[in-house]
């Protein structure tokens, strides 16, 4: 507790920077908004111009608190990967999670080119995407927990994750080759990810998803800071590694699979987040950890869409290519300057 009190000036200071960055990125987008007009639109009032509260509350507000959610989740999942494995390469889609979102995706898209019936529906749309996604999502991480019962190593457990991502990934390889261009365009305009898209019942979805997924972080905050020293230490601490395992996992899955499934596949953020976090606040305690990887998740997640948005202009720029353009470079001062690695 005393450390939580020491560190509360930087999570204060976190939290006003997340401000900041959410209402500069509601103010900027292809339609110019002076700032004060947004302001008044977010307080309730009326607006100079009708068409800016509805641009403000129907697709920037949206569209930041969706920022919000997955930088968040994406960070937090790659958080939980990086313990459980003890390795600092790991993220969140090292269990085929994502790979089976795209898988799902991939059967939507470009599989009405190999079958018929309900893939030859053409009903491809945001809310079929997410739906398939998350199919695919929740059949790997079925698949993964399966597994976890049997193999008691972690790392197995970490390989075998790569597998079935590798699996997933080649039968996404064959659907491309067969598809046509049109649907092969789709697809990969898809996996570039997007987070403006979302209405806001769907916003609420993925909020639940991720808040779920937080939750049961949250109760495995002691097995996570046991984990750092080993598996055996953790069990000489009466820490019931299945079940921790089970957890964390079930928590990876709903973080990582849920912002895919909404979002699609967005790179760096839970990879490099949590190494940021660690190199800031100078400590490896998940209860400093986890609400701090929230709050730079979605803040690194901000920046990247109003620099993906490019303001005052029509054009959007993949998001998937911004968070690494604009992450990787930072990640790789920050680690030269401190010139160690905190894990």
């Keep these: 507790m005393r450390q939580l009190k020491s560190y509360r000036i930087y999570f204060i200071l976190l939290f006003l920077v997340m401000v900041v960055c959410f209402l500069v990125n509601i103010s900027l987008g292809s339609v110019s908004i002076p700032f004060q007009e947004t302001l008044r639109s977010i307080i309730g009032k009326t607006t100079q111009v009708d068409s800016w509260s509805y641009?403000?509350?129907?697709?920037?507000?949206?569209?930041?608190?969706?920022?919000?959610?997955?930088g968040s989740g994406l960070a937090l999942s790659g958080l939980l990967m990086q313990t459980l494995f003890r390795n600092?390469?790991?993220?969140?889609f090292v269990l085929g999670i994502s790979s089976g979102a795209s898988l799902g995706a991939a059967l939507l898209i470009l599989g009405s080119s190999l079958f018929t019936g309900i893939f030859s529906l053409g009903m491809v749309n945001d809310i079929s995407l997410a739906l398939a996604s998350s199919i695919g999502s929740f059949m790997v991480l079925l698949a993964v927990m399966v597994v976890a019962v049997r193999v008691k190593d972690t790392m197995a457990l970490l390989i075998i994750g790569l597998m079935f991502g590798s699996i997933t990934t080649a039968v996404v390889s064959v659907l491309s080759y067969f598809s046509t261009a049109e649907k092969l365009q789709q697809y990969v305009y898809w996996s570039f990810g997007?987070?403006?898209?979302?209405?806001?019942?769907?916003?609420i979805l993925l909020l639940l998803i991720v808040m779920i997924g937080v939750l049961i972080s949250i109760f495995s905050i002691k097995p996570l800071n046991a984990l750092l020293l080993g598996e055996s230490y953790a069990k000489s601490l009466g820490v019931n590694m299945k079940r921790s395992r089970y957890s964390i996992i079930v928590a990876t899955g709903l973080l990582a699979g849920g912002v895919t499934a909404f979002a699609g596949p967005i790179a760096f953020i839970g990879l490099a987040v949590p190494h940021l976090t660690r190199q800031i606040f100078n400590t490896t305690d998940h209860?400093?950890?986890?609400?701090?990887?929230?709050?730079?998740?979605?803040?690194?997640?901000?920046?990247?869409d109003t620099i993906a948005q490019m303001p005052n202009s029509a054009s959007v720029l993949p998001i998937n290519a911004i968070t690494s353009i604009i992450g990787a470079p930072v990640v790789i001062w920050l680690l030269i300057r401190k010139r160690k690695m905190i894990f």
């Design 55 to 70: 641009i403000i509350w129907n697709y920037r507000i949206p569209k930041a608190f969706t920022a919000i959610l997955v």
């Design 88 to 92: 600092p390469l790991a993220g969140p």
């Design 194 to 203: 997007s987070i403006g898209d979302l209405s806001w019942n769907q916003l």
């Design 287 to 304: 209860k400093i950890l986890v609400p701090a990887v929230l709050v730079y998740g979605a803040i690194l997640m901000l920046i990247c």
